[in-house]
Antibody
Framework: EVQLVESGGGLVQPGRSLKLSCAAS????????MAWVRQAPKKGLEWVAT????????YYPDSVKGRFTISRDNAKSSLYLQMNSLKSEDTATYYC???????????WGQGVMVTVSS | DTVLTQSPALAVSPGERVSISCRAS??????MHWYQQKPGQQPKLLIY???NLASGVPARFSGSGSGTDFTLTIDPVEADDTATYFC????????FGAGTKLELK
């Protein structure tokens, strides 16, 4: 059974940093692209980042480019999201997800909450 | 960015057929996908590439469309289908619709 378990969320002040982790199991992690998707409270979904199988290629929307960094450790079957210069609008539940070859998200973690507030 | 437009809410009675629409601001070929999200849960993939049923999803769910106009159909609707439904395109950088909240009468 595929499992994606996020951790590392919490309350952080604007301008500070936070690193999220996602532990994957139940599939060959190194064979799959991985992604982060977020959902602000009572809002829709927003794609945040995608990383290739080796980690050599990363993709971001303009809203987080230059502030967020996605990375992975295939030996540990783990995905990460380093978030710097956090803003109040980054407040959201962050989901670890697996985009298939055609970029639909077939597996999702349960999500981790990040609150950016002073 | 490719903007996806969905109706905000629908209300139907159990046993009826419901169609949820999603319109893209530009053509996305067949790269449209649908998700169901219940309160407090993560999204669940229902349909991928416009019309393909995801694994384990009941055949009551179906998808259609291409280009800019897409539809998710549930027939018949069951009480457990109360949820918010999101469309997502992957022809360009992934974007999601704002969601359609389905309520049962």
């Amino acid at each position: 059974e595929v499992q994606l378990v996020e951790s590392g969320g919490g309350l952080v002040q604007p301008g500070r940093s936070l690193k999220l982790s996602c532990a994957a199991s139940g599939f060959t992690f190194s064979n799959y692209y991985m992604a982060w998707v977020r959902q602000a409270p009572k809002k829709g979904l927003e794609w945040v980042a995608t990383i290739s199988t080796s980690g050599s290629r990363t993709y971001y929307p303009d809203s987080v480019k230059g502030r967020f960094t996605i990375s992975r450790d295939n030996a540990k079957s783990s995905l990460y999201l380093q978030m710097n210069s956090l803003k109040s609008e980054d407040t959201a539940t962050y989901y670890c997800a697996s985009p298939g070859s055609e970029d639909y998200f077939d597996y999702w973690g349960q999500g981790v909450m990040v609150t950016v507030s002073s | 960015d490719t903007v996806l437009t969905q109706s905000p809410a629908l209300a139907v009675s159990p046993g009826e057929r419901v169609s949820i629409s999603c319109r893209a601001s530009e053509g996305v070929n067949s790269y449209m996908h649908w998700y169901q999200q219940k309160p407090g849960q993560q999204p669940k993939l229902l349909i991928y590439k416009a019309s393909n049923l995801a694994s384990g999803v009941p055949a009551r769910f179906s998808g259609s469309g291409s280009g800019t106009d897409f539809t998710l159909t549930i027939d018949p609707v069951e009480a457990d289908d109360t949820a918010t439904y999101f469309c997502q395109q992957s022809w360009n950088d992934p974007t999601f619709g704002a969601g359609t909240k389905l309520e049962l009468k």
